[in-house]
T-cell receptor, first 110, second 109 residues
Framework: KAGVTQTPRYLIKTRGQQVTLSCSPI?????VSWYQQTPGQGLQFLFE???????NKGNFPGRFSGRQFSNSRSEMNVSTLELGDSALYLC?????????FGPGTRLTVT | GIQVEQSPPDLILQEGANSTLRCNFS?????LQWFHQNPWGQLINLFY???GTKQNGRLSATTVATERYSLLYISSSQTTDSGVYFC???????????FGKGTRLSVIA
């Protein structure tokens, strides 16, 4: 079975721009979660989608949004980028039990 | 909400040494996972262990759900074991996993 994939793997953006990150979950998994990890920090939960509906949401401003498509692929969008948005963004998919992570997208905002 | 605490926060080992990482949680959980984040940022699944003991090579894990803790044992550590170890608990009800802050392990040759 293919694992969780994320694109792009690296991204450099300028303050004020917007960015869209993509995640393809493991086949058959309907839950996709997104996390932000800044240098030296733990995992901050952004949101979770299940069957195209946002099921859980973390404590992030409205500039962070996401969606899930009928094939369970998910995208997250960050608008009006700030320097503090520079981070590793991790996507995870989950079936009935274990959660598995993708390799992450490393976003740098200059 | 549930609190997940990991100890120690940092650990430095000589190659070949053994170590024990601890994860305490403040309430009942349905499941518990251990992950290893390598220096490139990838989180690797180590164990899915709601209770009991599991072993995988040099690594083993024990969860005592009634006492609300889990332990991860690393024997004969290698430099490739370096990274951050996270535990995460599932409290059910379609809620997201709750992660501890991690234990940063550095294994020195």
């Amino acid at each position: 079975k293919a694992g969780v994939t994320q694109t792009p793997r690296y991204l450099i953006k300028t303050r004020g721009q917007q960015v869209t990150l993509s995640c393809s979950p493991i086949s058959g998994h309907r839950s996709v979660s997104w996390y932000q990890q800044t240098p030296g920090q733990g995992l901050q939960f952004l949101f979770e989608y299940f069957s195209e509906t946002q099921r859980n949401k973390g404590n992030f401003p409205g500039r962070f949004s996401g969606r899930q498509f009928s094939n369970s692929r998910s995208e997250m969008n960050v608008s009006t980028l700030e320097l503090g948005d520079s981070a590793l963004y991790l996507c995870a998919s989950r079936g009935s039990a274990e959660q598995y992570f993708g390799p992450g997208t490393r976003l740098t905002v200059t | 909400g549930i609190q997940v605490e990991q100890s120690p926060p940092d650990l430095i080992l000589q190659e070949g040494a053994n170590s024990t990482l601890r994860c305490n949680f403040s309430d009942s959980v349905n499941n518990l996972q251990w992950f290893h984040q390598n220096p490139w940022g990838q989180l690797i699944n180590l164990f899915y262990i709601p209770s009991g003991t599991k072993q995988n090579g040099r690594l083993s894990a024990t969860t005592v759900a009634t006492e609300r803790y889990s332990l991860l044992y690393i024997s004969s550590s290698q430099t490739t074991d370096s990274g951050v170890y996270f535990c995460a608990v599932d409290i059910g009800g379609n809620t997201p996993l709750v992660f501890g802050k991690g234990t940063r392990l550095s294994v020195i040759a």
